[in-house]
């Protein structure tokens, strides 16, 4: 992907990134995952986004930045969600990558998120892998220490494509994108309802596949 893909509204952007591979590269370890599940925020006029009312801290600041870079926080005090920023510089929406599935690494995601072999976990823990922004982070082991980096140059990155072996194996687009409202995001007021909310319908990653 160029820095174009990410310099478009964060609905935009949202909508567009399901379905790319998400790779992690981090200690000779490769892990290649799809995009299933995430949710667009739309800068200072969308109540459930960090930076409402142009909020600018030194939390928000990669927000802020050119379409493409990495917003990482912490929720809970213990769990990591990834964000891009999307539009271009001083325009801070962004995307939240919710959920996705994964293809190749199996065993260093299985590792990262239990410490045990892909193949001695549950049927639970499988299903529940990569279902969540959350647990997601935990098993590409992103963390605080790609904030404010590119996506386009930082050990993780979003393509087309990738290699199985010497096979290029591209990206699928024959699917449907379900909408629904965000997650978790009472507090938004009216915000709360917007249907901002984009994930591959009946892929088995998505973390809820109906929202009330």
């Not at 549950?122 to 404010?148: D, F, R, V």
């Not at 990206?171 to 309802?193: C, G, H, L, V």
Request: charged share 30%; proline share 2%; with cysteine.
């Amino acid at each position: 992907m160029d820095i174009d893909f990410f310099r478009k509204d964060g609905i935009s952007v949202a909508k567009n990134i399901l379905g790319k591979y998400l790779i992690r590269e981090y200690d000779n370890k490769k892990i290649v995952t799809k995009i299933v599940e995430t949710e667009g925020y739309m800068g200072i006029n969308d109540k459930a986004a960090h930076v409402y009312k142009d909020k600018k801290t030194d939390r928000t600041k990669p927000l802020y930045l050119d379409g493409g870079h990495i917003y990482v926080y912490l929720i809970y005090g213990m769990y990591y969600c990834l964000n891009l920023s999307a539009n271009v510089e001083n325009i801070p929406e962004c995307v939240l990558i919710r959920a996705v599935e994964p293809i190749n690494g199996l065993e260093d995601i299985a590792y990262n998120r239990f410490g045990k072999s892909y193949e001695n976990l549950s049927n639970y823990q499988k299903k529940n892998i990569t279902n969540g922004p959350g647990k997601l982070c935990m098993a590409l082991n992103i963390n605080k220490e790609l904030n404010s980096r590119s996506i386009l140059d930082s050990g993780l990155y979003i393509s087309d494509f990738y290699y199985d072996g010497n096979k290029k194996i591209y990206s699928d687009n024959e699917f449907e994108i379900e909408t629904s409202k965000r997650i978790n995001i009472d507090y938004a007021e009216e915000a709360k309802d917007y249907l901002w909310r984009f994930y591959i319908k009946n892929n088995k990653y998505v973390s809820i596949n109906k929202v009330k």
